[in-house]
Structures are given as structure tokens and as C-alpha cells.
């Protein structure tokens, strides 16, 4: 049985899926990449994570919400910055609101006391 895997390639900034069979033995996985294996998009046409319009996005959007590794999913494609998709249940636009607020708290809370009187 085919199996699809969805991983984001720096080559291919709108992301990608691969097509592996069962017999064929998958390559070499870091830690960082292990959670892709557990998508319950490994089941599914790429196409789908890519809708072009907003009822696209919430069906993708549902099957996410069954996915075991939704959190290991958003955290991905937001630590990599990927524009296009649907990743974790959240579409591009939220993602860009996402690391928009973090960068915001970022600021918001530095990382050592600031003196005001300095
Ligand atoms: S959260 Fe959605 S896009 Fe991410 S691995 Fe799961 S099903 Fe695929």
C-alpha cells in the first residue's frame, strides 16, 4: 500500500508531499521529522492541505483536528516559515497572525530586567 508523507522542502517553499510504498523503507528521520510520519495526511492527496479557497481550508482543517501531532505540525511550519497550507489545523493567514503576536511578546517580555532609570 502507498503511503504519502508530507514534509516542507526549502527548495519547494509551497511544501510537498512523497509518495512511499510500504515495502520501500523510508529514510532517514531526525528528531525533528519523526512527527511527520504520524500525519493522518500520510492518507490523503497533497492537494487537500492546499486549498485554494476558505471551505478547503476548514475541511483541512477538521482532518487536522483528528491528527496526533497537530501541535509538532504548527510548531514546524511556523518555526520554518511556511506560507502556503494548511499545517496543524491553521491556515497561512493565522500562522502570519501567530508569529506576528509572538513576536510582540517577544518584545514585550525581553529576556533580561530592563532599568528603567538607565
Ligand atoms: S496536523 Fe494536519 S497537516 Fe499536520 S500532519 Fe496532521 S493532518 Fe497533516
Do not use: N
Not at 512527527?35 to 487537500?48: A, I, K, Q, T, Y
Not at 491553521?90 to 506576528?100: D, F, G, M, T
Request: glycine fraction near 6%.
Amino acid at each position: 500500500m502507498a503511503k504519502l508523507l508530507c514534509k516542507w522542502e526549502p527548495s519547494e517553499p509551497s511544501g510537498r508531499c512523497f509518495l512511499y510504498m510500504d515495502d520501500y523503507p523510508l529514510p532517514e528521520y531526525d528528531a525533528e521529522h519523526t512527527w511527520m510520519l504520524s500525519g493522518v495526511c500520510r492518507d490523503r492527496e497533497p492537494s487537500f492541505f492546499f486549498p485554494s479557497d476558505g471551505i478547503g481550508v476548514e475541511i483541512a482543517r477538521k482532518v487536522c483536528a483528528t491528527c496526533p501531532v497537530q501541535t509538532d505540525c504548527l510548531e514546524y511550519a511556523l518555526s520554518y516559515r511556511i506560507e502556503h497550507g494548511v499545517w496543524g489545523g491553521v491556515s497561512e493567514r493565522q500562522r502570519r497572525r501567530i508569529l506576528a503576536s509572538r513576536k510582540v511578546g517577544a518584545v514585550a517580555t525581553p529576556a533580561f530586567p530592563v532599568d528603567a532609570a538607565s
